[in-house]
């Protein structure tokens, strides 16, 4: 893996504030070359100075990363659970909660997706198919690992064929929990890691 | 001068592109309000061009990297020249006798490149969504081109601007030849794989077809063509079968263009909302048992009228 990822999202109870400062606001302050004292300028440099390349690198940075944020598509894999966290899931992408307002898209092939959305234990058979999944997604890509059985285990923690947690195999950047979780979670789960995405 | 401006600006590239996004959406939102829900926001196609644009490119192993980065722009080189000679509100940006022959040609080079797509890539996917996109090609393209002919055996002439001026001054093809105008509707929907026909790329049968393997900046290239198609095609059937801008012979304005465009788009959306997906054998047997026919007839009762 190129990027180190950080786990510390996990601890962090969700819908706290700290999590919410990071998002737009933060992006927001990046994006003016006005706005001094963000630590983006203080490693940039004095604006003035900045060359028009980079400072013309940090406007299209800034439009990219607010594309990224608005067109989040998504790729669904079960790698080895009861079935429910995944009918949940589908509940999600119907027109009651409509996600496509979100830009939330299903992609069928990995090659088209941002996210990957998991659910349940990981059992050794899907191992291997889990992680080649994951590497043929194009980067930027994330994880959200949906269901306590993928966050943890759950209730299959122990078993004979089961490795465990999806993020002992892939890194995960957002957990969502539950048994099986909610739609409401799940997408709000999704809103605060396309808050998060830098 | 005035010709970079038709190229690049107005009736070109740059229109082209804003009209791709805002079809897009338009068709987008349209469906959403078909299942009762709210759909996505006016930049979503935008969003998604760009993400797509900044994402990884990746090749896989067993593809032909040169022709798989040469594929969308090819295809994307096709749509764009054939918008040059498809007039949009009365103004025409070339024109000659013949033209319609040579957007026909061009509107069919991105099918190719689609199905070559799937052809060079490694996937199992990748092949049969091509197979199927040549099969389907095959079987929608002949009702399409026979009764895109229709209108200009009426007129008399094979060029788009002059198709449509003689509709202004006489009848809409559309009610003249209502059989004819159903079979290009249909015929177009098959070209631009839109829902009721998008069997070469069924999600829940071969993933992507020919596009699964493809990903970031050529995705986005093909996504654009895709749009791109829509917009000509129906511009391409404004032209043909409802008279161009011109509303009874009155002064050709952009309105009633953009109306009456908006009013097939309508249709597609309707029709990608209402139907399910056919099976191929079953494309195949509407196409050739069916369509082609129908057509068959609608030329021979335009000759018998026209000539
Ligand atoms: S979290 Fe519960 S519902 Fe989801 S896969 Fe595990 S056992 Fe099934």
Known sequence: MEQTRTYDRLPTPRGTKMQREEGPKACRKSLGPGAEGSSRQQIAGDSRTEPTKRRLQRYVDAVVRWARRKSPWILHYNSGGCNGCDIEILATLTPRYDVERLGILKEGSPRHADILLCTGPVTLQSRDRLRRIYEQMPEPKWVVSVGTCSCSGGVFKGAINVVGSVDQVVPVDMYIPGCPCRPEAIIDGLAQLLRSIE | MNALIKMLIFPG?????????????????????????????????????????????VVAEGTHGLAAAALPIVSLTAVMTASLYIPVGGIVGASFEGDLIVVLFLLALPALAYFLAGWISAGVYSVLGGHRSLLQYFSCEVPFLMAVTCPAILAGSWSINEISNFQAQTAWSALTQPLGFILALIGLIGKLKRDPLDIPKAKSEVVAGPLTDFSGRKLALWHLTMNMQTVLGIFLLVNLFFGGSRFFNRVPALPVFGLKSVAILLMLSTASALYARLRIDQLMDLGWRILAPLALIQILATLWIGG
Do not use: C, N, S, T
């Open chain 2, 13 to 57: 590239f740059g229109f082209l592109f804003i009209a791709a996004l805002a079809f897009d959406w338009i068709d987008r939102r349209m469906i959403a309000r078909f299942h009762g829900r709210v759909g996505p926001p006016w930049y979503q196609p935008l969003a998604d061009f760009i993400k797509l644009l900044a994402k990884e490119d």
